[in-house]
């Protein structure tokens, strides 16, 4: 079984930048594809970026150009870069094990408490 612990989430002005990472224990071995998602007060969970085991990555259009997700797999750690934030950013960000980077609806595990992104204008 696979444990997933974000971290990294603060509070920020508009313009800013965080890292999130999100630390992997337990099978790592059989992680294939990581998501960030997030959810903002009174909306839907929405997946932002995923990535694959070799790297490849997709994004939502809002956070493109934006937000960069990359893989440690020595550290076992996923990591979201997210520039240039704006006050819509603001969320609990959660990352996930995915079945495919492709495809956010098949995921194995389940949510975790996720990190608190907070950014003011």
């Known amino acids: 079984q696979v444990q997933l612990v974000e971290s990294g989430g603060g509070l920020v002005q508009a313009g800013g930048s965080l890292r999130l990472s999100c630390l992997a224990s337990?099978?790592?071995?059989?992680?294939?594809?990581v998501g960030w998602y997030r959810q903002a007060p009174g909306k839907e969970r929405e997946l932002v970026a995923a990535?694959?085991?070799?790297?490849?990555?997709n994004y939502v259009d809002s956070v493109k150009g934006r937000f960069t997700i990359s893989r440690d797999n020595a550290k076992n750690t996923v990591y979201l870069q997210m520039n240039s934030l704006k006050p819509e950013d603001t969320a609990v960000y959660y990352c996930?094990?995915?079945?495919?980077?492709?495809?956010?609806?098949?995921?194995?595990?389940?949510w975790g408490q996720g990190t608190q992104v907070t950014v003011s204008s």
């Open positions: 990535i694959s085991r070799d790297g490849s990555s």
């Open positions: 996930r094990q995915m079945f495919s980077y492709t495809n956010p609806s098949i995921l194995f595990g389940s």
């Open positions: 337990g099978r790592t071995s059989s992680i294939n594809a």
